[in-house]
Nanobody, 119 residues
Framework: QVQLVESGGGLVQAGGSLRLACAAS????????MAWYRQAPGKQRELVAG???????NYADSVKGRFTLSRDRAKTTVYLQMNSLKPEDTAVYYC?????????????WGQGTQVTVSS
């Protein structure tokens, strides 16, 4: 069993920064891909940033140039550095790990961490 635990959320003023972390525990292994999603009240969950097994990253247009995703060498922990935060970044941020292992797909989610940006 794999658990993903997010941390680093909180309340920040517009223009400020936060760094989110997502650490895996349990029967961990090198994940194929990891990502951060977010869900604001009344909106669908959306991809914020993702990283592949090869280390390629992709970002939502709304966060490009402001957010940076990084990963540790073990490929079990990811970080999301969020700078120049805007009120519209307010959401619950979720960590995701997905891929295929021993021919079986997996898709793990964390419980989420709240990020609130005040204007």
């Amino acid at each position: 069993q794999v658990q993903l635990v997010e941390s680093g959320g909180g309340l920040v003023q517009a223009g400020g920064s936060l760094r989110l972390a997502c650490a895996a525990s349990g029967s961990i292994f090198r994940f194929n891909a990891m990502a951060w999603y977010r869900q604001a009240p009344g909106k669908q969950r959306e991809l914020v940033a993702g990283i592949t097994a090869a280390g390629d990253t992709n970002y939502a247009d709304s966060v490009k140039g402001r957010f940076t995703l990084s990963r540790d060498r073990a490929k079990t922990t990811v970080y999301l550095q969020m700078n120049s935060l805007k009120p519209e970044d307010t959401a619950v941020y979720y960590c995701n790990a997905n891929g295929v292992r021993f021919s079986s797909p997996y898709d793990y989610w964390g419980q989420g961490t709240q990020v609130t940006v005040s204007s």
